[in-house]
């Protein structure tokens, strides 16, 4: 089946810090999706992004299919957006392949 | 909110016993999921749903079963609980096409 990898599996930031977290995957794929899972363990669908790049407030995601890599930027990271970081490519019928994760941890 | 609900959020169980968890979506959704969480494993799918009544194995299924017998609901059932089935499950829910996918706040299953 279809293989993501994430790295780094954790990283620890300090709080204004810019990071760029990493997403390899094995197939060609039409889309990426980037989720975020918060310390309380609720997962948020931060980006759709089967190319090109995309930003929503200070974080944002550059796919490049044709090399099977997404990249996932934070900058001037905040506390609030420690936790784990997923990506996840579609495969099958409407499923996803997720990633085992990126755990931030940003300290003020 | 996007009307996904599971329940129960917490529970203890015994090895052995059965045990159902429950995913309650609003959002009419074809599609809908449950997998679980386990440290350095990421999310692993169990079973999936295409529609009512049509269901099948992901990745992990050995020791789990699921029903859909209307739209909204979707039930996961471990028949005979193990302590490897100790872990964070997640329902999810999707209309046609993978970039509206929605998660449930997760249950914390224990088996001990």
């Known amino acids: 089946g279809i293989q993501v990898e994430q790295s780094p599996p954790d990283l620890i930031l300090q709080e204004g810090a810019n990071s760029t977290l990493r997403c390899n995957f094995s197939d060609s794929v039409n889309n990426l999706q980037w989720f975020h899972q918060n310390p309380w363990g609720q997962l948020i669908n931060l980006f759709y992004?089967?190319?090109g790049t995309k930003q929503n407030g200070r974080l944002s995601a550059t796919t490049v299919a044709t090399e099977r890599y997404s990249l996932l930027y934070i900058s001037s990271s905040q506390t609030t957006d420690s936790g784990v970081y997923f990506c996840?490519?579609?495969?099958?019928?409407?499923?996803?392949?997720f990633g085992k994760g990126n755990q931030v941890v940003v300290i003020p | 909110d996007a009307g996904i609900t599971q329940s129960p959020r917490h529970k203890v169980t015994e090895t052995g016993t059965p045990v159902t968890l429950r995913c309650h979506q609003t959002e009419n959704h074809r599609y809908m999921y449950w997998y679980r969480q386990d440290p350095g494993h990421g999310l692993r799918l169990i079973h999936y749903?295409?529609?009512?009544?049509?269901?099948d194995k992901g990745e992990v299924s050995d020791g789990y079963s699921v029903s859909r017998s209307k739209t909204e609901d979707f039930l996961l059932t471990l028949e005979s609980a193990t302590s490897s089935q100790t872990s964070v499950y997640f329902c999810?829910?999707?209309?046609?096409?993978?970039?509206?996918?929605?998660f449930g706040s997760g249950t914390r299953l224990t088996v001990v």
């Open positions: 749903s295409y529609g009512v009544k049509d269901t």
């Open positions: 996840a490519v579609p495969y099958g019928n409407n499923r996803l392949a």
């Open positions: 992004i089967p190319s």
């Open positions: 999810a829910i999707s209309g046609q096409g993978v970039d509206g996918y929605t």
